[in-house]
Nanobody
């Protein structure tokens, strides 16, 4: 079992930045790639970014590429999502997820965190 705990959500103005953290724990957690997803009210869950557990290779969704940066600190079992140039369309609950094969498709996810809310005000 892998446990995931997100933090760092909050309210930010349009154009601002916010950094999210995801701490992974549990047996074998260090071998999982970690992805971020988001779900806005009334919308489908959307894959945002993913980082490979060993190579550090990253994948980004089209809507965030160039604005968001995913990184990880393996010593701390923590993955970060730096979000810049935020707009109201980025408002959502952001969840991190663990996957053996790097992906931003929800069908490939093995474990989910509970999420942290991000609100971007106009």
């Amino acid at each position: 079992q892998v446990q995931l705990v997100e933090s760092g959500g909050g309210v930010v103005q349009t154009g601002g930045s916010l950094a999210l953290s995801c701490v992974a724990s549990g047996s074998g957690s260090e071998y999982y790639s970690i992805a971020w997803f988001r779900q806005a009210p009334g919308k489908e869950r959307e894959g945002v970014a993913c980082i490979d557990s060993s190579s550090g290779r990253t994948i980004y969704g089209d809507s965030v590429r160039g604005r968001f940066t995913i990184s990880r600190d393996n010593a701390k079992n923590t993955v970060y999502l730096q979000m810049d140039h935020l707009t109201p369309e980025d408002t959502a609950v952001y969840s991190c997820a663990a996957t053996i094969i790097p992906t931003i498709f929800k069908s490939g996810i093995d474990y989910w965190g509970k999420g942290t809310r991000v609100t971007v005000s106009s």
